[in-house]
C-alpha cells in the first residue's frame, strides 16, 4: 500500500461544476498536506497547503483535512478549462520528506 | 530569471552511458531533492540533501548517485543508464525553517525528459 493514495483518474468535470480530489494517508504522524497542481509536461506547483484539522479556502479552492480518519481532499469550485491538469497530494513523512500520491488527472469539459 | 533551474531539459542517450542531470538554485535553500515521474506513479523521491555535508537516499535510490557540490548546486548521475531509467526528472528545493510550517513546500525545477535507447 502506498503511503500517500489517490485515484488516478481521469475524472471528469462539466464547467462551473465542483470538482472534488481525494487523498488517503496511512502515516498517522503526517501533520501536513500539500496539493500540487501539474499541467501536461510542466513541473508541479503548489496551490494548497493544510496542515489544521477542518477546511481552508484560497479563493475557489477549499482543501479539507480529517485526520482521523486520514484523509485529505480538495475541491474546486466554479471549475474552468484552465483547471484541467493533474492534481498532486502529498504528506510530510518523519524527517520532512514529501511523499507524493500517484496523482488524479482532472479533465473541465466546457 | 528562474529560481530553480535544471540542465540539460532534454537528453536521449544510450544504455551503459554514464550522464549527469544539473540543478541550480538562486532561492538559498537548504534542502534540495531530486525525483522521478512516470506516468500513472507520481513523483517518487530519489536522493535528498538537507546541507551540502547531508545526502540521504529516497525511494529509488539504486542506480543513482548524487554530488552536492554547493548550497546552490545538486547533481544527479546515472552511471550505467538503462532502458528503464526513461522519465522525467525534476529537482525541488525548499527552506529548512521558519515561523510558519509552510517551510517544507517544495518548489521545481522546469524537469529533464531523459529518454535511454
Known amino acids: 500500500q502506498k503511503e500517500v493514495e489517490q485515484n488516478s483518474g481521469p475524472l471528469s468535470v462539466p464547467e462551473g461544476a465542483i470538482a472534488s480530489l481525494n487523498c488517503t494517508y496511512s502515516?498517522?504522524?503526517?501533520?501536513?498536506f500539500f496539493w500540487y497542481r501539474q499541467y501536461s509536461g510542466k513541473s508541479p506547483e503548489l496551490i494548497m497547503f493544510?496542515?489544521?484539522?477542518g477546511d481552508k479556502e484560497d479563493g475557489r479552492f477549499t482543501a479539507q483535512l480529517n485526520k482521523a480518519s486520514q484523509y485529505v481532499s480538495l475541491l474546486i469550485r466554479d471549475s474552468q478549462p484552465s483547471d484541467s491538469a493533474t492534481y498532486l497530494c502529498?504528506?510530510?513523512?518523519?524527517?520532512?520528506?514529501?511523499?507524493f500520491g500517484q496523482g488524479t488527472r482532472l479533465t473541465i469539459n466546457p | 530569471d528562474a529560481d530553480v533551474t535544471q540542465t540539460p531539459r532534454n537528453r536521449i542517450t544510450k544504455t551503459g552511458k554514464r550522464i549527469m542531470l544539473e540543478c541550480s538554485q538562486t532561492?538559498?535553500?537548504?534542502?534540495m531533492y531530486w525525483y522521478r515521474q512516470d506516468p500513472g506513479l507520481g513523483l517518487r523521491l530519489i536522493y535528498y540533501?538537507?546541507?551540502?555535508?547531508?545526502?540521504n537516499k529516497g525511494e529509488i535510490s539504486d542506480g543513482y548517485s548524487v554530488s552536492r557540490q554547493a548550497q546552490a548546486k545538486f547533481s544527479l548521475s546515472l552511471e550505467s543508464a538503462i532502458p528503464n531509467q526513461t522519465a522525467l526528472y525534476f529537482c525541488?528545493?525548499?527552506?529548512?525553517?521558519?515561523?510558519?510550517?509552510?517551510?517544507?513546500?517544495?518548489?521545481f525545477g522546469p524537469g529533464t525528459r531523459l529518454t535511454v535507447l
Open positions: 525541488a528545493t525548499s527552506d529548512m525553517g521558519g515561523g510558519t510550517r509552510r517551510y517544507n513546500e517544495q518548489f
Open positions: 502515516d498517522r504522524g503526517s501533520q501536513s
Open positions: 493544510i496542515y489544521s484539522n
Open positions: 502529498a504528506g510530510i513523512q518523519g524527517a520532512q520528506k514529501l511523499v
Open positions: 532561492k538559498g535553500h537548504d534542502r
Open positions: 540533501s538537507f546541507d551540502v555535508k547531508d545526502i
